[in-house]
């Protein structure tokens, strides 16, 4: 209860008789997500693990089943499976990141990487037969770690080294069309934003900034793609044509924002913001949260 305002005069009021006495005060309810989406959150055991928060505000634990970080969800085209980043290992000498394959409910995890390095940040083909994801598997001579794309079939075989540079290339997204992938690189000394074909062939430098642009996504219907940078000091959610144009920021937070995902039908972009999880319009009008606490809640991923 708020403590009362100092009283004037002789008057005095009895709380028990007046019912605006009663702080019913707070923050305002948070508003209900537009579609589901995954996301990651240490709010169980302190441990990050992989959620799903519903259209109706529900939220369930995916993975809490396992004792280790789980985390970068991303969707199968058709919304039914999960691709996953882990550290869970059999082997408690060897922890290194591995990707997986769940059920959208959580259930049936299939282990697609079985590396002695680390295979991370999952990205699925529009058709949904490939995966793409970044590892560590071949280093440069000398033993220096570097991190390269590579493809796979959803089951595990058939993996194929897509980027081939002394720098370090990570967090890849398939175009909607199948034709191209975007990708982080600081190949040029700093992050920056590039795009491929799917096979590997004719990088294309989108940001050009001197400044670290990072994690690309693509909207629905490839016209223009959402990434995070500090060109403007700060952290912050920009979109841009396919073609590197046209930028736009669209936040203007104190703290960091970061990792954008664009919702199934276009109009919103998710992210996250200060450890907690946010959407806006495309326009970067409307901007709401979906979280507010004390836990770490980042990577917002719309559900197909």
Same mark, same amino acid.
């Given at each position: 209860?708020k ?10 009021v ?18 209900l ?22 259209t ?17 969800p ?17 082997d ?5 990141l ?11 995890v ?20 490939k ?5 560590d598997r ?29 720098g370090?290339?990570?967090?890849? =997204?398939w #175009?909607? +069309?199948?034709?191209? %992938? $975007? /990708?982080?690189? *600081?190949? @040029? !000394?700093?992050?920056? &934003? ?7 062939a ?6 050009k ?6 994690g690309? =996504?693509? #909207?629905? +219907?490839?016209?223009? %793609? $959402? /990434?995070?940078? *500090?060109? @403007? !000091?700060?952290?912050? &959610?920009?979109?841009?044509n ?20 664009? #919702?199934? +039908?276009?109009?919103? %972009? $998710? /992210?996250?913001?200060?450890? @907690?999880?946010y ?12 979280t ?13």
């Amino acid at each position: 209860m708020k403590p009362l305002l100092p009283l004037t005069g002789s008057i005095t009021v009895a709380c028990a008789a007046v019912a605006a006495c009663r702080d019913t005060a707070g923050p305002p309810p948070l508003p209900l997500p537009p579609h589901a989406l995954a996301f990651v959150s240490d709010r169980y055991l302190g441990q990050r693990d992989i959620y799903l928060m519903g259209t109706d505000g529900t939220i369930t634990n995916l993975t809490s089943t396992s004792l280790a970080y789980d985390g970068w969800p991303a969707w199968s085209p058709d919304g039914s499976k999960i691709a996953f980043e882990s550290d869970r290992t059999a082997d408690p000498r060897s922890i290194n990141l591995n990707i997986y394959v769940m059920n959208a409910d959580g259930s049936g995890v299939v282990r697609l990487t079985a590396d002695t390095t680390n295979e991370f940040e999952p990205n699925w083909s529009p058709d949904g037969s490939k995966i793409v994801f970044g590892s560590d598997r071949d280093s440069l001579p000398g033993g220096r770690r570097v991190f390269h794309i590579f493809v796979m079939n959803t089951d595990g075989t058939g993996v194929a080294r897509l980027t081939n540079t002394a720098g370090d290339d990570a967090q890849p =997204a398939w #175009s909607p +069309d199948g034709t191209r %992938i $975007a /990708f982080a690189t *600081n190949r @040029d !000394g700093n992050d920056e &934003i590039y795009t491929m074909m799917a096979d590997g062939a004719t990088p294309v430098n989108l940001t050009k900034s001197g400044f670290s642009d990072e994690g690309p =996504a693509w #909207s629905p +219907d490839g016209t223009k %793609i $959402a /990434f995070y940078s *500090n060109r @403007d !000091g700060g952290f912050a &959610i920009y979109v841009m044509n396919a073609d590197g144009s046209g930028v736009v920021k669209l936040t203007q937070s104190v703290v960091p924002d970061e990792l954008p995902s664009w #919702s199934p +039908d276009g109009r919103y %972009i $998710a /992210f996250d913001s200060d450890a @907690d999880l946010y959407f806006t319009n495309v326009d970067g009008s409307n901007q709401q949260a979906l979280t507010r606490g004390d836990v770490t809640e980042i990577m917002p991923r719309w559900r197909p």
